[in-house]
């Protein structure tokens, strides 16, 4: 420190003491911690619990339903979007009829006939009013011209194809009605290519009235091109409608495999996978199917048993897992009532018949409202508790179970059932199709005797069938 | 140890990544016991800590995708149980948890060294469901009133004066044990 310099007057400052009670506040703040500590670290005693035994069974048994789900929901999604555009297509797009063909379908009547041949004859009778705007090629400027027409009587003509690959260049509007699309759409007809033999059979009395100084507008002209596209109309009417002409009677065989969840069984929620081979018998607006398969059903079950004990000749069992407790040693147990879970695994052979009513079809999709019934034949069922209790108990070579009394419910050794589902069916090939049906099932009987519960599943019907 | 536990916590993620079922399990044994003791002392019941901890490991295998290691696995572990326990409890009891009027000044909780862990397990367990899923988060998990708070959906003072209730009550009770004594 600098004694006679600037900082000198540092020493004269005024000196301050800590306020009363200050240690003891320090003190106090110590202690605090120091319990703090205390506390954490008997906190971090704290004993630990086990998970709950079959715990992972049932976590395994929701993985399995989530994946189920998620199949359900994109098969739903696809299922959906199918009736969406079925819907869609039947809302929107104009059903080909016979008497309002398509421009495809006319241009397809036409596209190859032999020059020479009569493409058809017409009859018409009665007043046809006439308006045609047209440019006319010969006009010096280009002027467009209007033409109107009012023709009364009867007149037959004959049109024979010339040249038939001019004649690809004919487009026949969808609507004939609209008078003003036609004669626009007529333009671009080549009328050389199509000779009119035209005779009057009646009087026939055209009214042509130039609106302006247009040239080369003849009545025959414009009743050649009317004409024409009503000859056209009236002579290639389209092909039938398409529907059901895809499905023809027969017989189809398959494989089918289908996925089934049940959420509200009396006895928590159960999963079911059917393989099934399929017969299907077709006709026109309705099929009768039926299948007969395996059924394969896992329920995952939690039971009390009343009594269980067991006994070892090595005089050793270890019950740790079972009593919770101190191991035991003894050559006889009794364990008294303990809770079991786990999964039990049944399997059925299944059969089903039922009928569907098409209800629309085309070349390559075809969709049924289907009913039908199924009858289950209990094949087998097994219990398995794969933990820690019986681990315990394998581990002992000669564990002996003695005595097992529990209040395991027995399952139906046959229950009916009711079906109903929406199919979709789509036509991969010639003979291959593959169809997807998400149904409803309602049991008439339960799985399980001594239950009240009766119970709806859900599921999804896959397939492929091969039409012999 | 801990780069060997590292490479097989990354295993064991990409594992369960991929479905396969092995690590799913495997995963499941590492931290059920953990977790299970977490869902437990905060729901106080043996079958509603047994659904929180199915639905939270559902979840977790569901969306292990998107565990970056950012934590420890078992941290992020805990939390998907803590939220699907919190969101039972709620559920359950209808639970709202509300900020308590008052100071919050330090409640001085000393645990004499006779009375063992199964009691002062009991005594927590004891506690009211709200103050007492703080106090395990905060004393007992080692979670900041803010990590909380953000798990419970709370404010950091409802947090803190939850806190504050359950070590006042818990106080209280550790009393009446070491009178009786």
Redesign the interface.
């Known amino acids: 420190m600098k004694e006679n310099g600037e900082n000198m007057w540092l020493k004269n400052l005024p000196a301050h003491t800590p306020p009363e009670g200050m240690w003891e506040r320090i003190e106090t703040r110590m202690?605090?911690d120091l319990?703090?500590e205390?506390?954490?670290a008997?906190?971090?005693?704290?004993?630990?619990?086990?998970?709950?035994f079959g715990?992972?069974a049932?976590?395994?048994q929701?993985?399995a339903r989530?994946r189920a789900v998620q199949f359900g929901v994109i098969a739903s999604g696809i299922a959906a979007s199918l009736l969406l555009a079925f819907v869609l297509k039947v809302l929107i797009l104009p059903e080909p009829t016979n008497n309002q063909p398509v421009q495809a379908k006319a241009k397809g009547q036409i596209v190859n006939p032999s020059p020479g041949i009569n493409i058809g004859t017409t009859n018409k009778t009665g007043t046809f009013a006439i308006s045609v705007q047209k440019k006319q090629k010969s006009d010096t400027p280009r002027e467009i011209s209007q033409t109107s027409a009012n023709l009364t009587g009867t007149e037959q003509s004959t049109y024979t194809v010339q040249y038939s690959d001019k004649l690809q260049d004919i487009s026949i509007p969808a609507d004939f009605s609209k008078l003003q699309g036609i004669l626009s759409a007529m333009l671009p007809l080549k009328m050389e290519s199509v000779i009119q033999s035209s005779r009057e059979v009646a009087s026939l009395s055209p009214n042509v009235t130039k609106t302006d100084a247009a040239k080369n507008i003849t009545k025959n002209d414009t009743l050649t091109e009317w004409l024409l596209a009503r000859s056209l109309k009236d002579n290639f009417p389209p092909p039938p409608s398409p529907a059901f002409t895809n499905q023809p009677k027969g017989v189809s065989i398959g494989f089918g495999y289908f996925p089934e969840s049940m959420s509200k069984s009396d006895h928590g929620s159960s999963a079911y996978k059917t393989f099934a081979l399929v017969a299907q018998y077709q006709m026109p607006s309705a099929d009768f199917r039926t299948g007969l398969g395996i059924s394969y059903q896992s329920v995952p079950l939690e039971y009390k048993t009343d009594y269980i004990s067991f006994s070892t000749t090595s005089g050793y069992v270890n019950d740790t897992i079972i009593n919770n407790g101190d191991t035991l040693f003894g050559a006889l147990l009794d364990a008294g009532a303990v809770n079991i879970s786990g999964i039990e695994h049944s399997s059925f052979l299944y059969y089903s018949i039922g009928a569907g009513k098409r209800i629309y079809s085309n070349k390559r999709i075809s969709t049924s409202l289907r009913v039908g019934a199924g009858v289950s034949f209990l094949l087998s069922n097994q219990h398995n508790p794969s933990g820690p209790v019986y681990d315990a108990l394998k581990n002992q070579s000669n564990t002996i179970f003695s005595n097992t009394e529990s209040n395991i419910p027995d399952i139906n050794q046959t229950h009916f059932d009711l079906v109903t589902g929406f199919d979709f069916n789509y036509r991969l090939h010639k003979r291959w199709s593959l169809s997807i049906e998400p149904i409803l099932k309602y049991y008439f009987n339960p799985i399980y005797n001594g239950s009240n519960a009766r119970s709806f599943s859900t599921g999804l019907r896959t397939g492929i069938l091969f039409k012999l | 140890m801990n780069h060997r536990t590292n490479i097989l916590e990354r295993d064991l993620v990409k594992g369960c990544t991929r479905n396969d079922r092995n690590a799913q399990r495997e995963l499941y044994y590492k931290y059920c016991n953990a977790m299970f003791s977490t869902a437990y002392r905060i729901l106080n019941d043996y079958e509603n800590a047994r659904d929180a901890l199915q639905d939270a490991f559902i979840q977790v295998f569901r969306d292990i995708g998107q565990f970056r290691g950012r934590s420890t696995l078992g941290a992020w572990i805990k939390t998907i149980v803590v939220r699907s326990a919190w969101h039972k409890l709620r559920r359950e009891k209808r639970l709202e948890l509300e900020m308590l009027n008052g100071s919050y000044e330090e409640v001085l909780v000393q645990i004499p060294e006779y009375l063992n862990s199964e009691y002062l397990e009991k005594a927590i367990l004891s506690l009211p469901d709200g103050c007492r899923t703080v106090f395990l988060l905060v004393e007992v998990e080692g979670y900041s009133h803010a990590e909380t708070a953000k798990m419970l959906n709370v404010t950091t003072g409802t947090s803190k004066s939850q806190l504050f209730h359950a070590r006042q009550l818990l106080k209280q009770r550790l009393v009446l044990k070491i009178d009786q004594k």
């Open positions: 202690d605090n319990a703090n205390s506390l954490r008997q906190l971090t005693g704290l004993p630990e619990h086990e998970a709950p715990l992972w049932r976590i395994e929701g993985l989530r």
